[in-house]
């Protein structure tokens, strides 16, 4: 059974379509890569899904409750976190600070008490591999280090499903390898399903079961990943006639 349904959805700004009338469902527990080319609508599509965009048309359900159009922290409350690539952190808070809001505001049930909020913090942070930064500044940081954190951010909400767009851009082979063994891990260890954007595709590889294609706001393949990336439609459109999946 579908955990996540996204049927028709349309986001339109000034009349053109960023996202033209995808559908599609993710299972409980299930990892789904959306890749495609710049411009293809990924990041509207997970905005859309988890309340940073209002579709202009079609619905998203959730468990089946409705969730289009509800606002981020009402799709928090929902049970969906969304993780963007540009980290937006509390500079003048600690590492830990940051988590425990996460903790205590971002997740399903109401507000979380303090104490319960920095231990859940504290698991979030040793999951990503930030327990030695958690009483640094976030400004000490460097980049991946504050992707990270926007993940622990997330899963310290303990959501149902976890957004995640383009967090491994730029990372070197060791920061990819661990990115991927944290988004694998929240499914396998804390049981999250999971949507992520992203155009590194040797993570796409190594870690979707399923992979949707965006081209031009609309869906150009669907299916698993070496089927689709081997597909012509997809070599044309995306990966170039040199690619060898």
């Known amino acids: 059974m579908a955990l996540l349904a996204v049927d028709a959805v349309e986001k339109r700004f000034g009349g053109l379509p960023a996202v033209d009338g995808v559908t599609f469902g993710v299972d409980e527990g299930e990892i789904l890569a959306v890749v495609g080319p710049n411009g293809a609508g990924k990041s509207t599509l997970l905005k859309t899904i988890g309340g940073l965009e209002r579709p202009s048309a ?106 995640v767009d383009e967090v491994m851009a730029g990372l070197n082979d060791a920061e990819l390898a661990a990115s991927v063994r944290i988004v694998r891990s929240a499914r396998d260890t804390l049981g999250m399903t999971i949507i992520w954007v992203e155009h590194v595709m040797q993570a796409v590889m190594r870690l979707a079961e399923r992979v949707i294609v965006l081209n031009f706001g609309r869906t150009l393949a669907e299916g698993e990943p070496e089927a689709v990336m081997r597909h012509p439609d997809v070599i044309d459109a995306y990966l170039g006639e040199g690619h060898d999946a």
């Open 58 to 163: 079609g619905t998203v359900t959730l468990a089946g409750e409705r969730v289009d159009g509800l606002a981020p922290h009402q799709a928090r409350r929902r049970g969906i976190a969304t993780v963007m690539q540009t980290p937006l952190a509390f500079g003048s808070m600690t590492t830990l600070e940051n988590v425990v809001l996460g903790a205590m505001f971002g997740g399903a049930g109401g507000v979380v008490a303090e104490p319960e909020a920095i231990r859940r913090a504290q698991e979030a942070l040793a999951f990503v591999g930030l327990e030695g930064r958690a009483d640094q500044p976030v400004a000490s940081l460097n980049l991946h280090q504050q992707r990270f954190l926007e993940m622990a951010k997330a899963l310290a909400g303990r959501p149902r499903l976890l957004l």
